[in-house]
Nanobody, 125 residues
Framework: QVHLVESGGGLVQAGGPLRPSCAAPVRTFSNYVMSWFRQAPGKERDFVAVISWNSLNIYYADSVKGRFTISRDNANNTVDLQMNSLKPEDTAVYYC??????????????????WGQGTQVTVSS
């Protein structure tokens, strides 16, 4: 069992930055591909970014490419999402997810084994 805990969401003005983080206190953290998804009210859960176990492979949704950066620290069992130039349409609950699948990139939510509780990100115009 992998227990994921997100933090670092909040309210920010358009154009500003935010850096949510996800902690996974488990010894086998480096075995997992880690991703961020987001879900706005009334919408499906959408892929945002994914990072391989060794950080050598990273993939972003087109909507965030060039603005968001995913990173992980296997020594501290964390994965972060640096979000810059935020837009009101980025407003959503952001979830981190973990999976041990070899499929790359894993950009749909259904195969992921573990999920955090989510952190709210609100971007005001």
């Amino acid at each position: 069992q992998v227990h994921l805990v997100e933090s670092g969401g909040g309210l920010v003005q358009a154009g500003g930055p935010l850096r949510p983080s996800c902690a996974a206190p488990v010894r086998t953290f480096s075995n997992y591909v880690m991703s961020w998804f987001r879900q706005a009210p009334g919408k499906e859960r959408d892929f945002v970014a994914v990072i391989s176990w060794n950080s050598l492979n990273i993939y972003y949704a087109d909507s965030v490419k060039g603005r968001f950066t995913i990173s992980r620290d296997n020594a501290n069992n964390t994965v972060d999402l640096q979000m810059n130039s935020l837009k009101p349409e980025d407003t959503a609950v952001y979830y981190c997810a973990a999976d041990s699948s070899p499929v790359w990139p894993l950009v749909v939510p259904s195969p992921y084994d573990y999920w955090g509780q989510g952190t709210q990100v609100t971007v005001s115009s």
